[in-house]
């Protein structure tokens, strides 16, 4: 039984590195542009200044418990992405690993730090997502299915530029949305026994 999981394993991970050697080794300059900025972190920030007005705008007496939230959202996935994954896991990043020497093309020179499971950007990005795109759903029903959109771009943008594999981004987006889920669910929880407009409700 060992031996057929560690066998199941190999294949995963061999797997994993042919998707991404496919990803990073199909390029040209104009996604080189799109991809390098679409992984920039300050860049989106007017994005999550419109998200904070819409969501004032949306929940006015309860906005300051959406910003607490917030807060804790970002340091969960931040945290757990790095605490519970990279540093148990170890896993290095495509960019830093010697059996891939000469094959990843990253740009800039740009790799990171040592280890990618799971990614940081994939769990944050999806974490806000979720987040964001469900407590403003009843008004912008577009939202969530935007905002997914959106951090799938990003988390595609890390396999392109070599520093992560597809097995990163996947698992990185999947924890993040679900404590992306799990922070919405503790909104629906407190709002309730908020003195808010029954409009506001999830």
């Not at 495509?94 to 799971?118: A, K, T």
Request: glycine residues 6%; proline residues 3%; aromatic residues 16%.
């Amino acid at each position: 039984m060992e031996q057929i999981l560690q066998q199941s394993f190999n294949a995963l991970q061999n797997l994993d590195r042919q998707i991404f050697l496919f990803i990073n080794g199909h390029f040209n300059s104009f996604f080189d542009f799109v991809m390098y900025w679409l992984s920039d972190k300050l860049i989106w920030a007017p994005l999550y200044v419109v998200l904070l007005v819409m969501m004032y705008y949306t929940y006015r007496k309860a906005f300051w418990v959406i910003l607490l939230l917030i807060i804790l959202l970002v340091t969960l996935t931040d945290q757990i992405s790095v605490v519970l994954f990279k540093d148990v896991f170890q896993r290095l990043r495509p960019c830093h690993e010697p059996e891939l020497e000469g094959m990843v093309r990253i740009l800039n020179g740009h790799c990171g730090g040592s280890y990618g499971f799971i990614s940081s950007h994939a769990c944050n990005t999806f974490g806000v997502a979720v987040f964001a795109g469900s407590v403003l759903k009843i008004k912008y029903r577009w939202m969530l299915p935007a905002l997914l959109v959106w951090a799938a771009a990003i988390s595609y943008s890390r396999v392109y530029l070599g520093v992560h594999y597809p097995g990163d981004i996947f698992v990185g987006a999947f924890v993040g949305a679900f404590i992306g889920w799990l922070v919405v669910g503790l909104f629906r929880y407190i709002q309730p026994r908020l003195k808010v407009r029954k409009s506001d409700a999830l």
